[in-house]
């Protein structure tokens, strides 16, 4: 189905990135790769799924840095059509003792990143399809983008400030063939959410298991991770041609959380 497209996922030698780049590969796009640590066992991953994968290591709180991998996605496979804005920190603290740099690296990762990578391209995919423009941005927010949860300012107003820009991005595009959602998942296993299980494990002194259950069930009511493996289907829909008046939703998979 996507064949011939090029997609784009930042932050993606992790998590749900990987699970949703994999995802659009199985799909037949070629993806560009961005994150940090191991690169290989992710190019691996995907090129197993025959398609071209490429990656640059942009520093996603850098904006000349993703202005240049903008460039090079472009320049890669002929022209950048799906952009997923992924990359994320987290940190967890109270507002009187949440330290200034984590707030600004929070907000530059989560969420001025998103605008820089859409802002530059956008005009090749407006220019697309005969100028009638085709493109699918898709935002990787968060529960977090919806409601609340103590410790998190930074986060919570990040992730609210990039479903804002969803819709903006959306009804500026409205008209075309770029459609622009985020994605608001609950709870997902991956090594941000770890760090979070592991420090609650050594701050009650309980077993790991012990920690993921009361970190599940005080939030949602499937007491289930929603899974990358999920997250990258759900990407797919929004890239499909059904996905074409989409425009602007935040929509969660999140196992109730936001029901409540
Ligand atoms: P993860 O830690 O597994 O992956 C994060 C990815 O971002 C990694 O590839 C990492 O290298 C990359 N990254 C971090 N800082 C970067 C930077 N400065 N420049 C470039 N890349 C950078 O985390 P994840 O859980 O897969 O998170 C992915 C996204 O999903 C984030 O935006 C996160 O907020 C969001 N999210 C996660 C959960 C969850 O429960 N795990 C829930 C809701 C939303």
Same mark, same amino acid.
């Given at each position: ?5 090029? +997609?784009? #996922? ?36 995907? +090129?197993?799924?025959?398609?071209? #994968? ?5 520093? $996603? ?7 240049? $991998? ?85 986060? #919570? ?41 592991? +420090? ?52 969660? $998979? ?7």
């Amino acid at each position: 189905m996507l064949t011939g497209k090029t +997609a784009l #996922v930042t932050g993606s030698t992790s998590g749900i990135g990987l699970g949703i780049a994999k995802a659009l590969a199985a799909q037949g796009a070629n993806i560009v790769l961005n994150g940090f640590g191991d690169v290989d066992g992710p190019k691996a991953e995907v +090129a197993a799924l025959g398609v071209q #994968v490429a990656y640059h290591g942009a520093d $996603m709180s850098k904006p000349a840095e993703i202005e240049d $991998m903008i460039k090079f996605a472009a320049a890669q496979f002929g022209q950048l059509d799906i952009l997923v804005n992924n990359a994320g920190i987290q940190h967890v603290a109270k507002i009187e003792a949440f330290p200034v740099d984590k707030w600004d690296a929070i907000l530059a990762i989560n969420l001025s990143s998103a605008f820089h990578a859409t802002r530059l391209a956008l005009p090749a995919m407006q220019a697309s399809n005969d100028g009638k423009g085709w493109g699918r941005i898709i935002n990787v927010a968060s529960v977090h983008g919806l409601v609340g949860s103590a410790g998190k300012s930074a986060y #919570v107003a990040a992730k609210h400030g990039i479903v804002g820009l969803t819709k903006v991005t959306a009804l500026e595009n409205a008209t075309t063939g770029i459609t622009c959602n985020a994605i608001c998942p609950g709870w997902v296993l991956t090594p941000l959410v770890q760090k979070q299980v592991d +420090a609650r494990a050594a701050a009650e002194g309980i077993s790991i298991d012990a920690a993921t259950q009361e970190l599940l069930g005080e939030k949602e009511p499937s007491k289930q991770f929603t899974t990358p493996e999920e997250l990258g289907a759900l990407a797919v829909f929004l890239c499909s041609p059904a996905g074409n008046n989409v425009r602007g939703v935040a929509w969660n $998979m999140d196992g109730g959380w936001t029901a409540q």
